[in-house]
T-cell receptor, first 115, second 112 residues
């Protein structure tokens, strides 16, 4: 079956602009995660959605970052007033449920470059 | 917070050789995941280990979780160029802690 898909695959933007990154999880997966992978920082957790529960936003680095998940499926990560340090690969993952030890399957990522 | 240290950071082997990558945790491991990543691509799930002493194999890749559940090893037998990539170990915090913490990765190069 189809895996996690993300769009766009690459995004180049100018400092100060807003960007939106999209994630389509695996059908039937109720949990959705966003991670960021950058040089020097490795892979770090950003935000988590599970069903209709309030999202866990504890990993968001600043209030310029926000995310929403509509209809329990597609998610959008928005970065406002982008900065050069936001340049990274943004990875989305989904799992069947949100319990620990439930395998997270990752999308191909969106490579964001802020000039 | 949990930290995962991977070793070596990078590895170059000749095709056909065996190799081992290690992942050591600062805390007890509950769910330990191995992923592989190629440049420009997402993470490909390889295996998940939960129980101390557990060992899983897929094709020529074997992963183990030690009895004390603070270290895991990934062993590749008779490496091939298709094994090249970045290997990442990730761990969840157990219980309701679903967030994955990752090691920095091991870059594997397999020379034909």
């Amino acid at each position: 079956g189809a895996g996690v898909s993300q769009s766009p695959s690459n995004k180049v933007t100018e400092k100060g602009k807003d960007v939106e990154l999209r994630c389509d999880p695996i059908s039937g997966h109720t949990a959705l995660y966003w991670y960021r992978q950058s040089l020097g920082q490795g892979l770090e957790f950003l935000i988590y959605f599970q069903g209709n529960s309030a999202p866990d936003k504890s990993g968001l680095p600043s209030d310029r970052f926000s995310a929403e998940r509509t209809g329990g499926s597609v998610s959008t990560l928005t970065i406002q007033r982008t900065q050069q340090e936001d340049s990274a690969v943004y990875l989305c993952a989904s799992s069947l449920s949100g319990i620990s030890t439930d395998t997270q399957y990752f999308g191909p990522g969106t490579r964001l470059t802020v000039l | 917070s949990q930290e995962l240290e991977q070793s070596p950071q990078s590895l170059i082997v000749q095709e056909g050789k065996n190799l081992t990558i290690n992942c050591t945790s600062s805390k007890t491991l509950y769910g330990l995941y191995w992923y592989k990543q190629k440049y420009g691509e997402g993470l490909i799930f390889l295996m998940m280990l939960q129980k101390g002493g557990e060992e899983k194999s897929h094709e020529k890749i074997t992963a183990k979780l030690d009895e004390k559940k603070q270290q895991s090893s990934l062993h590749i037998t008779a490496s091939q160029p298709s094994h090249a990539g970045i290997y990442l170990c990730g761990a969840d915090g157990g219980g309701s802690n679903y967030k994955l913490t990752f090691g920095k990765g091991t870059l594997l190069t397999v020379n034909p």
